[in-house]
């Protein structure tokens, strides 16, 4: 079945660039996503990504996208200590969008 | 703004015991699923609901599980005898299906303990 593979753990300092990375199997799937979840919170939908783009920025997010490698990335410029969480890659699996996700790479950033 | 809610936050209960965890979706949502995360492991698909039926189902939701809509409000996920590798978190989702992209609400997450 699908997997989605992600390291677990990212550590930055307040004001650098932060690049979360995600492998997923099945190159079906039309969109592909990443969700943050803060302490004590639901997993929130931070950006998304259409299968046949390669790029798509949103503020000071990035995702990068290569369909070849089956790679996805999430660039977060000018890391903020609020930007400390867990993010979530995920991919569309199923007929009724069931999202598959990774582990979640908790991100800690220091001031 | 609107927001997926659930109840309780931390379930603690015996093996053997029957559970009912509840979620509130966004109201004019159609598509609702559970999902959970054991400890330090993936978040795991478990349902998804449309039309007041199970639309897709995954390999851990046997028949210990079942889903309910019982108001057209509430949606439920009920574990009838608790086994002590369902602590987990359960979290619900709920989606209007109208966006290509099908973003899912999630709501914040009922712990579940099994003693």
């Known amino acids: 079945g699908e997997d989605v593979e992600q390291s677990l753990f990212l550590s930055v300092r307040e004001g650098d660039s932060s690049v979360i990375n995600c492998t997923y199997t099945?190159?079906?799937?039309?969109?592909l996503y990443w969700y943050k979840q803060e302490p004590g919170a639901g997993l929130q939908l931070l950006t998304y990504?259409?299968?046949?783009?390669d790029m798509k920025q949103d503020q000071r997010l990035t995702v990068l996208l290569n369909k070849k490698d089956k790679h996805l990335s999430l660039r977060i410029a000018d890391t903020q200590t609020g930007d400390s969480a867990i993010y979530f890659c995920?991919?569309?699996?199923?007929?009724?969008?069931?999202?598959?996700f990774g582990k979640g790479t908790k991100l800690s950033v220091k001031p | 703004e609107p927001e997926v809610t659930q109840t309780p936050s931390h379930q603690v209960t015996q093996m053997g015991q029957e559970v009912i965890l509840r979620c509130v979706p966004i109201?004019?949502?159609?598509?609702f699923y559970w999902y959970r995360q054991i400890l330090g492991q993936k978040v795991e698909f478990l349902v998804s609901?449309?039309?007041?039926?199970?639309?897709?189902k995954s390999e851990i939701f046997d028949d210990q599980f079942s889903v309910e809509r019982p108001d057209g409000s509430n949606f439920t996920l009920k574990i009838r005898s608790t086994k002590l590798e369902d602590s987990a978190m359960y979290f619900c989702?709920?989606?209007?299906?109208?966006?290509?992209?099908?973003?899912?609400?999630f709501g914040p997450g009922t712990r579940l303990t099994v003693l």
């Open positions: 989702a709920s989606s209007d299906w109208a966006a290509s992209y099908n973003e899912q609400f």
């Open positions: 995920a991919v569309r699996g199923g007929s009724q969008g069931n999202l598959i």
């Open positions: 109201s004019n949502h159609l598509y």
């Open positions: 990504i259409f299968s046949n783009m």
């Open positions: 099945d190159s079906s799937s039309t969109y």
């Open positions: 609901f449309y039309n007041n039926e199970i639309s897709e």
